[in-house]
T-cell receptor
Framework: AQKVTQAQTEISVVEKEDVTLDCVYETRDTTYYLFWYKQPPSGELVFLIR??????QNEISGRYSWNFQKSTSSFNFTITASQVVDSAVYFCALSEGDTNAGKSTFGDGTTLTVKP | DGGITQSPKYLFRKEGQNVTLSCEQNLNHDAMYWYRQDPGQGLRLIYYSQIVNDFQKGDIAEGYSVSREKKESFPLTVTSAQKNPTAFYLCASSRLLSATEIYGYTFGSGTRLTVV
């Protein structure tokens, strides 16, 4: 069975600090997809990134970067020079390759608070 | 603009009452999903649908029902059999890259259901 663990329940940083959100996953499939979503206080989740199991290249998008390591089953998310607007709950999710319709399993989320 | 519309934003249910949550998308996405979010927890899958007139149970389908009569619409009914329905309900849709691969979810803004 697939499982996603986000061990950090809450993180608090001061603006301009770098912060890394951890995500560890479990799956028996060789083909799978990993995602990060952001849930701001308004409640609506926003898709951030998708990564498939065959692509271990790290990705950078502005202040956001993602580190995918199959050897440790981790897909960590780093925000560089954090800003107050980054305050949100961040979810990591996993979709297995043999699962119909791409249903996803979510971690419990990490609440990030960025203080001015 | 394309997106997912959930209504109502807030819903109050009396004991023993069935209520229906609306979810409409104009993104031309094939797959649609219902998730439930409880405070401090991740999202748990209730039902999902890959094509019209077909849907599958998720991890917590008991006490819920759905229909998919149109590609754009995927309403969720919370029945009286659901003993603890107070939660935040999120509808999502996704483009299917294959039968098992999705690009990533687009979420609606959610419905907050409270039992009174």
């Amino acid at each position: 069975a697939q499982k996603v663990t986000q061990a950090q329940t809450e993180i608090s940083v001061v603006e301009k600090e770098d912060v890394t959100l951890d995500c560890v996953y479990e799956t028996r499939d060789t083909t799978y997809y990993l995602f990060w979503y952001k849930q701001p206080p308004s409640g609506e989740l926003v898709f951030l990134i998708r990564r498939n199991s065959f692509d271990e290249q790290n990705e950078i998008s502005g202040r956001y970067s993602w580190n995918f390591q199959k050897s440790t089953s981790s897909f960590n998310f780093t925000i560089t020079a954090s800003q107050v607007v980054d305050s949100a709950v961040y979810f990591c999710a996993l979709s297995e390759g043999d699962t119909n319709a791409g249903k996803s399993t979510f971690g419990d989320g990490t609440t990030l608070t960025v203080k001015p | 603009d394309g997106g997912i519309t959930q209504s109502p934003k807030y819903l109050f249910r009396k004991e023993g009452q069935n209520v229906t949550l609306s979810c409409e998308q104009n993104l031309n996405h094939d797959a649609m999903y219902w998730y439930r979010q409880d405070p401090g927890q991740g999202l748990r899958l209730i039902y999902y649908s890959q094509i019209v007139n077909d849907f599958q149970k998720g991890d917590i389908a008991e006490g819920y029902s759905v229909s998919r009569e149109k590609k754009e619409s995927f309403p969720l009914t919370v029945t009286s059999a659901q003993k603890n329905p107070t939660a935040f309900y999120l509808c999502a849709s996704s483009r299917l890259l294959s039968a098992t691969e999705i690009y990533g979810y687009t979420f609606g803004s959610g419905t907050r259901l409270t039992v009174v």
